[in-house]
């Protein structure tokens, strides 16, 4: 049975034919950035995924991280895994060159997410947190932290950590207390921080945390906090290492699924104080903490991406092999391969084509992340940056829940073996179900789609958007009847889309709750059109590859075949998502709350 093969064909169709490679290519300004050396990228990218860390993702579930002597310990293989990883250079393939990147797009560097996520998602997210660290750091540090600091984190040498979350601060960082005392140049904290992803470990030689606290005079609520830079070992001024600073970790989380993601109970200023320097200004630590969130949420949204995936291929495989029942239309008494059974298609189908809008919802935006960054023009880079605000919440919440529906079918074409942890499948459903509540649960995703990007320009940006899906029905009708079905079924979703924008706005305006009730199916709405939007165009793209006689003809056919899958099976969910929207407040707080 087939482990692991990273979708470079798919990866590559999607950044080059969506997601506008090419255009975002020419805003680096470097003409070695061409899709030759994207393609070259890819291949590699993957054979690091498939040779190296796909083995050790069952090793990781099954072995686990542990807390030994005060020391974390990583599984077999992980260290060693790490070292290549740095050593290849991955670790710094977005990020500036002044302080060793390699200066290349964020799309790129979603897409290779993708492959770490798919591969062995425990490991991946070492590097999505100092990815997420080296962002924020990159924008509002000092001079002097740049240099001390970034150079060691950009090349993987030293990791990052975001620490934002306490025993009484979940996702209300209002009620964070972890304390920071001015002491000379530099402050002292004090406090414990919980599920702090690879919050220590043994891969590295130092540890940069970034960490959530507040100063003795700060105000209450969010505007009393400030962020600092922690060291787990502090830092002299000639870069060698100091003495350990005062944190430790206390104790990991016994989880669910990622059992080989140290997830650590932090404490601070167990004795005399964990040294920690200001990021910025007193007071505006959320403020730069969302810098690494919303970097974060993209890269979260690719977990979910990268895992249905990977379950898609298990069960794809496990379906070609296993033999049971004949086939339901056939002559013959001889069973077939499960394959060869409508229902396991229907599956196969729903979790493929859940993959490829997801990874096209995801490269879009990552395209778009980069136009915001790098347009020379300030209007476009306002114009691109609107357009991520949107997309954000959608691809975190939305991909993450296509992540879980993927890896349930996947368990489910197994059979009675998906049940049995040997098969590797039960392991996706089990690490998929951490994506929807990381950086932010889906419901909070969907709060923030509602009652910030919606509310704050009375939904001037998704009107727009709309406004552009639209603009492919005249491209798909021209297309001919074979897409007929595939523009209806867009048609009918844009079409609930935008009474269900309209409607959220005047209920924002209005009673509030019935707005927050419909959030959930309305970011659900947003993904399920915006990716039936995106394979159309991906539909379009391979028939016009078709046309010309250029390309892989089976996998140009494959991609319009899922388009066409996707239009009939997955874009009706529109309806049932407007009728949700639609359905407002009162059934669900009808019932008294001791009686739920």
Known sequence: MADYSAPIADMYFVATRLAGFRDIAALYGDEDLNEELLSSIFEEGGKFAAGVLAPLNRVGDMQGSKLVNGVVQTPDGWKDAYRQFVEGGWNAVPFDPDYEGQGLPVLVATALFELWHSSNMAFALCPMLTQAAVEALSKYGSTEQKDRYLAKLISGEWTGTMQLTEPQAGSDLAQVRAKAAPDGDHYRISGQKIFITYGDHEMTENMIHMVLARTPDAPAGVKGISLFIVPKFLVNDDGSLGPRNDVRCVSL?????????????????????????????????????????????????????????????????????????????????????????????????????????????????????????????????????????????????????????????????????????ETGAAQYMRDAKIAEIYEGSNGI??????????????????????????????????????????RAR???????????????????????????????????????????????????????????????????????????????????????????????????????????
């Open 490 to 596: 867009l048609s009918q979703g844009i079409d609930a889309l935008e009474k269900s924008t309209g409607w959220m706005l005047e209920q924002i305006k209005g009673d509030i709750r019935h707005a927050a009730a419909g959030a959930m199916p309305y970011l659900r709405l947003w993904g399920v059109v915006s990716g039936g939007w995106l394979m159309a165009r991906a539909a379009l793209a391979a028939k016009a590859d078709l046309d010309a006689g250029e390309g892989d003809e089976n996998f140009l056919a494959a991609k319009i075949a899922t388009a066409k899958f996707y239009g009939e099976r997955i874009l009706p969910r529109a309806a049932a998502y407007e009728a949700e929207v639609a359905a407002g407040a009162d059934a669900l707080m009808s019932i008294a709350d001791e009686a739920l």
């Open 445 to 486: 995703q969907a709060n923030d789609l509602m009652g910030r990007k919606l509310a704050r320009d009375g939904g001037a940006e998704a009107l727009r958007m709309i406004a552009e899906m639209r603009d492919l029905d005249g491209v798909l009708a021209d297309a001919g009847a074979d897409f007929a079905g595939l």
């Open 253 to 421: 989380e016994e989880k669910m699924g990622i059992h080989a993601s140290p997830t650590a109970v932090m404490s601070y200023g167990e004795n005399e104080g964990a040294v920690g320097y200001l990021v910025g200004e007193e007071n505006k630590g959320l403020h730069y903490m969302f810098t690494m969130m919303n970097n974060a949420r993209l890269s979260v949204g690719v977990e979910g991406i990268g895992i249905c995936e990977r379950a898609y291929q298990r069960a794809a495989s496990f379906a070609r092999e296993r033999v049971q029942s004949r086939d339901i239309a056939g002559e013959s008494p001889d069973p077939v391969a499960i394959i060869r059974h409508p229902d396991v298609r229907r599956m196969l189908m729903t979790m493929r084509s859940l993959a490829e809008a997801g990874r096209a919802l995801a490269y879009y935006t990552a395209g778009r992340l980069d136009a915001a960054k790098r347009h020379s023009d300030e209007e476009q880079r306002a114009v691109a940056q609107a357009r991520v605000d949107l997309l954000i919440p959608i691809v975190k919440a939305w991909c993450t829940e296509n992540g879980s529906e993927a890896a349930w079918n996947g368990v489910q074409v197994h059979g009675g073996m998906g049940y049995v942890e």
